[in-house]
């Protein structure tokens, strides 16, 4: 720095001076350049500023040298000559100190001249001496590299020599090894050559005995089998379908099972009942279905996730899927009440259903019937479109499918998806059917049972209920009915005829019912009764 400033003498008075300062002293000077102080930084004690412009320097008793009072012309100057102090005591690793006061006097320094005060100054060297020793070190410096490339060249040469030769060495190593790897290899695949043939020419024989004797064990089979279709055709035995209970003599007409049943209650009226071994499902108008211990007459668990009543869904102890009116298809895990799989299933009400192995079949209010694969989702395989109205039933069997809507029966080859038959029913309006391969029955309004021939269209009627039949399920040439008329019925489809009344529900009407082998559950408005044989 090359700066002029103003020196604080002891009595307060401001001498205009010149300040220089290096990267080792400090020089005062007048403006004629004749140096009055010259000290070193390395020899400041305690640099102090205040809030104004001052700067003020404490040397060590060392230097033998007074301490050292300026003004600047402005507080950056003054900041940066503080800086280039402070740089060169932290590289000389100095121990000065800065000091910040309010307002720097001349009290605050000691300007009293050691007894053995000398000016000492330091020797500046020439511009020409300068350029001189640098010219001089830059040679010594060229020489210094010259030499270092000289030898990293020398070695470099040395090294790659030294690496060739090993190279190769390495490269003799190789080929050896390579030339008996090679005879190696030759000598292996001779030997699994050898080995593989006598293996296969083995397995070979083994496998031409194997089929040799499966082909007698074929041929012993076929020759079995002739024989049986020769004893079918001369014997033929017919296995009679179970009746339905006696009718006990003291109640005419009636059919009973010899037990008081268990009843169950609901908060709602059941739209739907299935079972399965002590497993028992009810449906309600809010969506949900129940789960019934019957063992226990306990609730032991709700699905809630249908939105919409439900009046069409299937168990069959393994599987429950249900259809809602929310237009929905889910299936549950009954175990733990998770829903596993739901789709969008129609865009209009689902109203009936029925699944067998991985087929799944719905109908909806929308006219359609949906055909759906049950793997780990459920997949639509199949659109069948024909009805006109709200598909009220359906029911299928291997690859045929009968399905009703109010009026008509129509009946489908599900292999193609095409009707095949078409049927007018002159009695009335039809609720529910069922179907078994061998009998069809539709049950309609005012208590119309019908009978159909798939082959002919032709129907017989048989009439014993006074209002609209509810439900129907067919077993062998038996069928059970429920109605509006609160009661349940038997009849004789081989013989036209009715077996009476099996359970009389009045005042409430018979909705639903299942029976599977010696159980029967049927559903009167909020009461599920359970006969147990």
Known sequence: MFQAVNQVEKNGKKVPKVVVITDRCIYICKKEGIIL?????????????????????????????RDILLEMPTKALRDEAVNIFMTVQKHDKGNARRTQVQQLQ???????????????????????ALHKLRNHNDTQRRQQHEAEQDRLQHEHEQSRRAYASEAAHVNEIQASQDAYTRHALEGLKHELRTELTAKKDAEYQRLKAQIKALEQEN???????????????????????PRPNIPNKHTEGMYWIPTEPVVLECQLQVLQVQFWDNILITSHANGFLNVWDIDTSECIRTLKDHTAKVIAFQYDGV???????DSTIRRWNVSDGSCLNVVAAHKGQVTCLQFDKNILISGSSDTTIQVWQMDIELRNIKTLRGHKAAVQALRFERDVLVSAEWGWLFVWDLTTGFVIKALRDEQGGITCLDYNNVFMVTGGHAGALTMWDVSTGDYETLYGHTDDITHIQIEGPYAVTSSADCTIRM????????????????????????????????VEDKTVKIWTK
């Not at 102080?37 to 033998?64: F, K, Q």
């Not at 041929?219 to 379908?241: I, T």
Request: proline share 4%; net charge negative.
């Open 319 to 325: 599987e429950l899927v249900s259809g809602s009116f």
């Open 37 to 65: 102080v010259c000290d070193a930084i390395e020899d400041m004690a305690e640099i102090i500023t205040d809030d104004g412009y001052g700067l003020g320097v404490r040397l060590n008793p060392s230097a033998n040298d």
């Open 219 to 241: 041929q012993n089979k076929a020759n079995e089998l002739e024989n049986v279709k020769d004893q079918w055709k001369e014997h033929r035995c017919h296995r009679e379908a």
């Open 106 to 128: 001349p009290g605050h320094m000691n300007f009293k001249k050691p007894p053995s005060y000398e000016l000492k100054l330091r020797a500046l060297t020439s511009k020409q």
């Open 491 to 522: 009849w004789d489809l081989q013989n036209f005829k009715s077996l009476g009344v099996f359970n009389n529900s009045y005042p409430h009407e018979s909705t639903t019912f299942q029976f599977i082998a010696n159980r029967f559950v049927a």
